[in-house]
């Protein structure tokens, strides 16, 4: 499960004045705000017009499936450090001052040690994009991306030195955990990334479609073993298709 820790700040900074509950409301609501903030700055930093970063900056941040998410799932609202990584790295590449260029090399590594505390699935999601990223520049600009990876090779290696000190807490503790519990593997296809896409949702039943809500309703109410069905299928959602 997702720690959560970075709630740790706002909610320290809300609390000596509001309620626990409050203090909660108010953290989602900043951290929404925070993902508008971030996306529209990254869009007009790459030069898109005012109206695109706007419209693209509310669609990003109250997109359905975050929406949907924050009934109960507080950690998927750190969504905010997806366009914040990728302004930071923007940033770097394009700064020419050495020391400008050593802050930001110690907050990106802080930006990436927040994505990992606060959703491990954003983390990996972060990890992917930036190793796609750079895969991509080394084939298709090979010389270049060569010449900015020596050029900044100290850079690279002060950000891991940092982020390798900020994690250690964390991979301290999976030590432990490995070191006491073990190692647990999901058996069979348990968690699998084909049966969480959206586009697979259409095809296998799952609760979350609205066809298949439809049929369930419809069934259940002709008969009373067919309404044993519906209530399976509308309070199993471990069985079937799941948007995580």
């Known amino acids: ?56 900056s509310l669609v990003f941040s109250y997109m359905p499936y975050i ?9 998927y609202l750190v969504h905010f450090l997806f366009p914040l990584t990728y302004l930071l790295i923007h940033i770097f590449f ?8 050593m802050i930001v090399s110690c907050l ?3 930006t990436l040690t927040l994505t990992l505390y606060g959703n491990f699935y954003y983390f990996i999601m972060i990890g992917i994009a930036i190793s796609f990223y750079v895969v991509w520049h ?3 600009e090979p010389r270049l991306t060569w010449k900015l990876f020596v050029k900044n ?17 964390w991979l301290k503790a999976v030590q432990n955990v490995i070191l006491f ?6 058996i069979g296809y348990g968690g699998a990334m084909q049966y969480s896409a959206d586009v697979f949702g259409w095809f296998i039943p799952n609760q979350y479609n609205y066809i298949y809500q439809a049929v369930a309703h419809i069934f259940g109410s002709v008969s009373p073993k067919l309404a044993l069905f519906k209530q399976y299928f509308l309070n199993s959602w ?3 298709v799941y948007q995580g």
């Open 67 to 75: 929406s949907h998410r924050m009934q109960g799932h507080y950690t």
């Open 138 to 140: 080394f084939i298709t």
């Open 238 to 240: 471990d069985r079937f």
């Open 108 to 110: 990106i590594p802080l």
């Open 181 to 186: 519990d073990g190692m647990n593997s999901t």
């Open 94 to 101: 394009r700064m020419t001052s050495w020391w400008k260029k």
């Open 153 to 169: 090779i100290f850079h690279f290696l002060f950000m891991f030195s940092i982020f390798l000190l900020l994690m250690w807490p």
């Open 1 to 56: 499960n997702d720690p959560g820790t970075i709630y740790v700040a706002t909610f320290a900074l809300f609390r000596p004045i509001f309620t626990i509950y409050q203090s909660m409301l108010l953290s989602v609501q900043f951290f929404v705000f925070a993902a508008s903030v971030t996306m529209y700055a990254l869009l007009k930093y790459l030069k898109m017009s005012t109206w695109v970063a706007v419209i693209f």
